[in-house]
């Protein structure tokens, strides 16, 4: 895996051609424009990489992820990849997926998940079972809940919401959407009347027991569609299921930092007498590497996923420079 301490810090990005960005090549591909192609003409042939002005793809995806037991690569690659949509940016080295898999797939396989959500939810989370992009390990399957949920609120379940993490624990459910380079602006590319009025009236009307804010203003004005999604379905089978609902925004430490409040406006978060039970959060990648930081174990996977994030970047700037994915220092 190419990081920053194998990378150049910038490179030269002219009308025509674009440096290989690996440390001590001098080789050149042409150009790429508009869309990113795998086209041999854009590899470096030396380091098999197709490279792009901002970022650049490994020829074999099991290169962009750190752990390659083979139990990881079946269920990343074959189990998870046969229902999320779209596995194709995996390989690339500002690929949110590829970041999520290889951040919380290390938290699970250490058995660290209870520790860190229960610091987050302010009390202990029982036995939490992590589903990635909808696939839940139990039921070999898109997770039945959410199947439920789609076919509820949305007017295409098959191409339904999809959080990026969901984690269900007995008492407490959390639903993950996690951001590198993307902001959480995001607004309905149909105009179909029936998609707002699916959401507003599913589930006996859900939509009033947790939206303050008309479906227009949230999804269209202030351009939060994708959290008004995420919010409304998880909220719903919290409460189907009578758990603790989190909807977590999951942001580099420089971005987002006025997210909470933005969508706080819109929506009506729960209080019981001893704790939320239905809350939004925003929570920084660098949250997970401070607690990673904070753990007594000493091993070689800790010391492999401490060095990922220092050293994380996530292409180039307009400019040519090497953008860093985390602020840790």
Not at 167 to 187: C, D, G, M, R, S
Not at 204 to 225: C, D, E, P
Not at 253 to 268: C, G, L, N
Request: net charge positive.
């Amino acid at each position: 895996m190419y990081d920053a301490t194998r990378l150049k810090s910038a490179i030269t990005i002219s009308e025509s051609t674009v440096e290989c960005p690996v440390s001590g090549c001098n080789h050149y591909v042409p150009r790429q424009r508009k869309r990113f192609q795998r086209l041999e003409k854009f590899m470096c042939p030396e380091h098999s990489i197709y490279i792009s002005p901002s970022t650049f793809e490994y020829h074999y995806k099991s290169d962009n992820i750190l752990w390659k037991e083979k139990q990881d690569l079946e269920l990343l690659f074959d189990r998870i990849a046969s229902v999320k949509r779209d596995s194709r940016r995996i390989s690339r080295d500002n690929s949110e997926d590829a970041v999520t898999w290889n951040i919380f797939r290390y938290f699970e396989k250490q058995n660290l998940l209870q520790p860190f959500l229960s610091k987050i939810a302010g009390y202990s989370v029982d036995d939490p079972e992590i589903i990635y992009w909808s696939y839940c390990q139990s039921e070999n399957s898109i997770w039945s809940e959410l199947k439920k949920a789609r076919l509820e609120f949305e007017t295409n379940p098959e191409k339904g919401s999809e959080p990026d993490v969901i984690i269900l624990a007995k008492n407490a459910l959390f639903l993950i959407e996690a951001k590198l380079n993307a902001k959480n602006e995001t607004t309905s590319s149909s105009s179909n009347p029936k998609v707002e009025e699916q959401y507003t009236r599913g589930g006996n009307n859900w939509y009033t027991s947790v939206f303050s804010s008309k479906f227009q203003a949230v999804a269209i004005t202030y351009k939060k569609y994708e959290l008004l999604r995420f919010w409304l379905l998880g909220s719903w089978i919290a409460h189907n299921l009578n758990v603790n609902f989190f909807l977590i925004s999951l942001v580099p430490s420089q971005k987002e930092q006025t997210i909470e409040s933005a969508f706080r406006k819109h929506i009506i978060e729960a209080q019981n007498r001893e704790n939320k039970n239905r809350a939004f959060l925003r929570i920084t990648w660098e949250n997970m590497y401070d607690f990673i930081l904070q753990t007594k174990e000493m091993s070689t996977e800790k010391q492999a996923i401490l060095e990922y994030f220092r050293h994380k970047t996530v292409g180039y700037s307009s400019d040519g420079n090497l953008q860093r994915a985390f602020s840790i220092k």
